[in-house]
């Protein structure tokens, strides 16, 4: 029975050997920002509001950067699949340069504009005065990480290639690098230890960016110094050349990824924006709940990238088109279950977790509802996440496009503003209801992903 659901032993154990690696990686990435958080957060509420804010918006750049590396993404794992290396080599440069691009317009943006878009967050009732420290301690910690917006866009190319080409150790490896660095720089800068300055929020701000530029050194010395694993690598800059069909391809299928990622990244932000204006305790306990659900969310994510690949290389090697889909939805299935356990976990810790923070009994029984949300969620959410990755694995972009962003647009966020400006619902209702938007999503997907039509080879072959 087991096996007809989530598969035999050889199966999982090509997921594991894949999964595994993205899972560490993802586990630990997410624990050191949580305990990045937590420190910040001994600092004070208003730093940790600060950095929450902020937070907010860069989530809408490094999206942004997940969509231009998925919408070549797509290709990449076909091409590898099919043994097309020069396709491969050709991904990989469309990837640098729509990504380097991206990262130039937005520090662009944010200069001139990032102190009055933090603002839009502080607008709930409160205290007039920590509003004020909010917005000095979020746009320092803003025009800080602007520094690492360059590095973090190259290394996502690099390691978004090397997963598509079935190397997903070395991002693993290049993670953990780097959060150790976070990690001691965070204490060390965030405190004062060791004779350093105590610089707060803009401590764990230096802390990241130097953390990145550590990721990008390792990712791109490991990559062309393995050209027999990764012969994508061997040439990669001896011309700049991406054929202008192969580009044209990938900008028709990849546009609609990245305007999902910006358009879903920038609904969250303004889902946020709503939330605060039930007043700015709303804030510091979004954050705290955010943080740990992202923890709990890294066994679905690795899953839900597994799909991608998987998925892909298996269009690009023309295998049938029921095996594929027996396969995913076995894969789906993992999720789901998953997602129950993680769930029940997050549910068991909602009481202690805020408990961490150095902020009030307020923000921290609201943070606990938040959780407590988050957790019954959190199947629903892991089955999204892989029904998202399966469109997009056959390069069904615009329908993912509509999936995501379309149904947030049309739907979560004209409740959500409806909701905050013209009723005066509390937060706890309003969140609840905001999220109970995504039952209907489920079952949407639940029905896209059963017809198949999402299975299509991209590779030419």
Known sequence: MLKKYFGDRAFLKKVLVFAIPVIIQNFITNFVSLLDNIMVGQVGTVQMSGVSVANQLIM?????????????????????????????????RYKIYVCVALALAVIGLMIPWGQGLINLYLQGEGDPAAAASTLHFGYEYLMIMLWGFVPFALSNVYASSLRETGQSLVPMYSGIAAVAVNLALNYILIFGHFGAPALGAAGAAVATVTSRYVELAILVLWTHSHTKICPFAKGLFRSLYVPWGLSKRIFIKGMPLLFNEFLWSSGMAFLSQCYSTCGLDVVPAINISETINNLASVVAIAIATTVGVLMGQMMGANLPKAQIQEENGKLLNLSVAFGVVFGLLLAAIAPVFPRLYNTTDEVRALATKLILILAAMKPMMSYLLCAYYSMRSGGKTLMTFLYDAGIMWCFTIPLAFCLSRFTSLPIIPLYLLCQSVDIGKAVLGFFIIRRGNWIQNLSGQ
Do not use: D, Y
């Open 60 to 92: 809408i750049f490094n999206l942004c950067i997940f969509g231009a590396t998925s919408g070549a993404g797509i290709f990449t794992a076909q091409l590898h699949g099919s043994g097309n290396t020069e396709g491969v080599r050709h991904t990989v």
